[in-house]
């Protein structure tokens, strides 16, 4: 932390507390004692000056100042500058001869401290117009989140953990998903996953696909039988105890070396299949993203709700995978696949968790399509089109190939 002893050190990423942007942007420089301190301070936390590449506060490596975006329990965002960040200003305007003396800092009532947010991530702004665009537009949405149900604020407050833990490329996310016969729920057809982590800080893909050899004469009734048309490699026939086991052998191998995020999308009957009798693989899930997650643990994403919060929809009302990866311009084949279903789940999650901020992120891919005092999307009906129970593809092609029967 900067100090006012003439021994004054940069304070790099430590964070004690955060203040509002619009604080400090339009009420510090008003509290100065100093009138001759105001000018400079002024110029120092202009638009144009925060994403000037020789600004003090841009970080090597990071193309613009880099914010926060803090959520607060009422499902409020507030754009942020970290207490460090306003440590260094005061340092950086007085080392440079700018200021006689180190300017005060703020008053302790504007200081919100981190226990005061339920989530807190970085948000970069390299253009001027665009951060004073997000300013307006986080107000603009605030107003119309008040008197929303607490379910959307849930969702909100999961987006943006799942963003923030997505840049900090923490662990393993592993999108699952299972078939089973449809007549008979309890008969496991098939299982897919497909998970991406990093080495070195560079991401690894890997995806897969296992058929069940008991089960594979037991055809779909009310769905698609795209069992058969995996689209992400070559699926692999395997016996009832081997298909438990390679199961068992993912989840623990990736727990035990970070934190493990199952992505599900609408989670409920995946997870009771992970459970059940067949598999067994689970006893224990966390389906609250935490600040810092812990080696071994296993954490719950569910891109269902992920999607509703993106589009501030506040109802019970989960999409389908397909009708989540039209609106986000993901391109489906053969659903109903459990390789297909997991791969386009997690590419789904990676959408969204990679974007910026929820609000910002919504507008950039519906422009104007919210009312003034409601958040949720307003899509076109071509856009909905009837869903089909994900029946694109269903007569499926001439021939696939399946290998390494057991």
């Known amino acids: 932390m900067a100090q006012e002893n003439g021994s004054v050190k940069p304070v790099g990423r430590i964070v004690t507390g955060y203040y509002r942007f619009t604080d400090i942007f339009f009420e510090w420089h008003q509290a100065l004692p100093n009138q001759a301190d105001v000018s400079p301070l002024k110029a120092l936390i202009a638009y144009n000056a925060l994403v000037h590449p020789d600004h003090p506060l841009r970080k090597q490596g990071v193309n613009g100042i880099e914010l926060y975006l803090g959520t607060f329990e009422t499902g409020e965002m507030r754009l942020l500058f970290s207490s460090a960040q306003i440590e260094y200003i005061r340092y950086w305007l ?7 003396d180190f300017i005060p800092i ?3 009532e504007y200081l919100i401290q981190p226990s005061d947010l339920v989530a807190c991530s970085p948000d970069v702004y390299s253009d001027a117009a665009v951060l004073k665009k997000a300013i307006k537009s986080i107000d603009k949405n605030n107003k119309r ?8 604020t849930s969702r909100r407050f999961a987006f943006e953990k799942a963003r923030t833990l997505w840049a900090a490329k923490l662990g393993t996310w592993c999108a699952m998903d299972f078939e089973a016969w449809d007549m008979d729920h309890t008969l496991l057809t098939e299982f897919g996953w497909s998970l ?12 897969g696909h296992l058929i069940v050899k008991e089960h594979r004469s ?3 009734k009310y769905v698609p039988n795209h069992r058969e048309f995996y689209n992400f490699g070559q699926s692999e026939v395997v016996n009832k105890q081997t ?7 993912l989840i623990d191998k990736h727990r035990e070396i970070g934190p493990l995020f199952l992505v599900f999308h609408d989670n409920s009957q995946d997870i009771k299949y992970l459970k059940s009798d067949a598999v067994k ?20 994403v569910d891109t269902a709700d992920l999607f509703a919060a993106l589009e501030g929809d506040e109802s019970n009302n989960k999409r389908s995978l397909e009708r989540v990866c039209r609106h986000l311009q993901i391109p489906t084949k053969y659903l109903h696949n459990a390789g297909n279903d997991a791969h386009y789940t997690l590419e789904s999650m990676i959408s969204m968790a990679s974007g910026d901020p929820v609000d910002q992120q919504r507008e950039q891919r519906w422009p104007k399509r919210t009312e003034e005092n409601q958040p949720k999307v307003e899509f076109k009906d071509w856009e909905e089109d009837s869903d089909f129970s994900d029946m694109e593809g ?5 021939t696939a190939g399946v290998g390494n029967e057991c």
Do not use: C
């Open 394 to 398: 269903v007569m499926g092609p001439p």
């Open 94 to 100: 007085h080392a440079v001869g700018l200021t006689e």
């Open 145 to 152: 989140l008040r008197g929303t149900g607490t379910l959307l």
């Open 196 to 207: 991406a982590r990093w080495e070195s800080g560079e991401l690894v893909r890997e995806d």
């Open 218 to 220: 037991y055809t779909q």
């Open 106 to 108: 703020p008053s302790s």
């Open 243 to 249: 298909f438990k086991q390679r199961i068992h052998d």
């Open 281 to 300: 693989a689970v006893e224990r899930l966390d389906y609250i993203l935490p600040d810092n997650p812990q080696k071994g643990e296993l954490y719950v």
